[in-house]
């Protein structure tokens, strides 16, 4: 499976000989599931009391500065939550993420979101994840629904193989998005040897993706993205 886009498969999939690849790319968190993975997952380390209370205390205002779209640092709440696994093995780590999907995300997948990947796989496409949402999540979906390529936030292992509370980079939200596929794309077909033929999302901050996909799908979009979807006349989809 790719890792953000650096463990990569040969080839060019269903693209005819001379064709630029065609990308089509899902959001993860309240478009491929219904719900949040972020969220959920501070919910599930406070019930096994993983998360200090001071610590919880300054996710919980982040979030409420981010309902109101306030200024915020990704990374520094990221860092927070991964308070909860700071010094431990990664692969330790990585394997309760993964029992944390089964348990807790793997029931929220939607059915329109894996029907529509296998559509697309079937005509050819390289279907995408791409998430803000951290790695070992989205890699444990890889798994189990029909996409082998993803980008997500990946958080910083030291030199002794345990999990620090530092982002590897950028989180992917926003407009980062846009920019990390790009260079997705670029490593992985070279420049313009692909394109970004459809998009699906579902928040405000998927806007950079969408606005710049042949073919944007706003998936029961928030008020904001409604809002552009309409006057941009996207594919507006109730999943």
Same mark, same amino acid.
């Given at each position: 499976m790719s890792r953000a886009g650096t463990e990569l498969t040969s080839g060019r999939d269903g693209a005819a000989p001379g064709e630029p690849v065609r990308l089509a790319v899902f959001d993860f968190d309240g478009t491929s599931i219904d719900g949040n993975s972020p969220v959920l997952l /501070?919910?599930? +380390?406070? !019930? $096994? $009391?993983?998360? $200090? $209370?001071? /610590?919880?205390?300054?996710?919980? +205002?982040?979030?409420a500065a981010y309902k109101f779209r306030l200024p915020q640092n990704e990374s520094w709440v990221r860092g927070l939550v991964f308070? =909860?696994?700071? !010094?431990? &093995? =990664?692969?330790? /780590?990585?394997?309760?993420l993964a029992e944390f999907y089964d348990e807790r995300i793997a029931p929220l997948f939607r059915p329109e979101a894996d029907a529509a990947m296998r559509a697309h796989a079937t005509a050819g496409d390289v279907v995408v994840v791409i998430s803000a949402t951290f790695e070992p999540i989205?890699? *444990?979906?890889?798994?189990?629904?029909p996409f082998e390529n993803q980008?997500?936030? *990946?958080? *910083? /292992?030291a030199a002794d193989g345990t999990y620090t509370r530092q982002v590897e980079g950028l989180p992917v939200e926003g407009e980062e998005k846009l920019a990390a596929l790009r260079r997705f794309g670029d490593a992985r077909f070279g420049s313009g040897g692909w394109r970004l033929a459809h998009?699906? !999302?579902d928040h405000h901050s998927d806007r950079a993706v969408l606005a710049a996909a042949e073919h944007a799908h706003a998936v029961? &979009?928030?008020? &904001? +993205?409604?809002r552009t979807a309409r006057a941009r006349g996207w594919d507006v989809l109730d999943w």
């Amino acid at each position: 499976m790719s890792r953000a886009g650096t463990e990569l498969t040969s080839g060019r999939d269903g693209a005819a000989p001379g064709e630029p690849v065609r990308l089509a790319v899902f959001d993860f968190d309240g478009t491929s599931i219904d719900g949040n993975s972020p969220v959920l997952l /501070v919910s599930y +380390l406070m !019930g $096994k $009391k993983m998360l $200090k $209370k001071r /610590v919880i205390a300054r996710i919980l +205002l982040w979030a409420a500065a981010y309902k109101f779209r306030l200024p915020q640092n990704e990374s520094w709440v990221r860092g927070l939550v991964f308070t =909860a696994f700071e !010094g431990k &093995p =990664a692969r330790e /780590v990585d394997a309760f993420l993964a029992e944390f999907y089964d348990e807790r995300i793997a029931p929220l997948f939607r059915p329109e979101a894996d029907a529509a990947m296998r559509a697309h796989a079937t005509a050819g496409d390289v279907v995408v994840v791409i998430s803000a949402t951290f790695e070992p999540i989205i890699l *444990r979906a890889s798994e189990r629904h029909p996409f082998e390529n993803q980008i997500s936030t *990946r958080m *910083r /292992v030291a030199a002794d193989g345990t999990y620090t509370r530092q982002v590897e980079g950028l989180p992917v939200e926003g407009e980062e998005k846009l920019a990390a596929l790009r260079r997705f794309g670029d490593a992985r077909f070279g420049s313009g040897g692909w394109r970004l033929a459809h998009a699906y !999302g579902d928040h405000h901050s998927d806007r950079a993706v969408l606005a710049a996909a042949e073919h944007a799908h706003a998936v029961s &979009p928030d008020r &904001p +993205l409604s809002r552009t979807a309409r006057a941009r006349g996207w594919d507006v989809l109730d999943w």
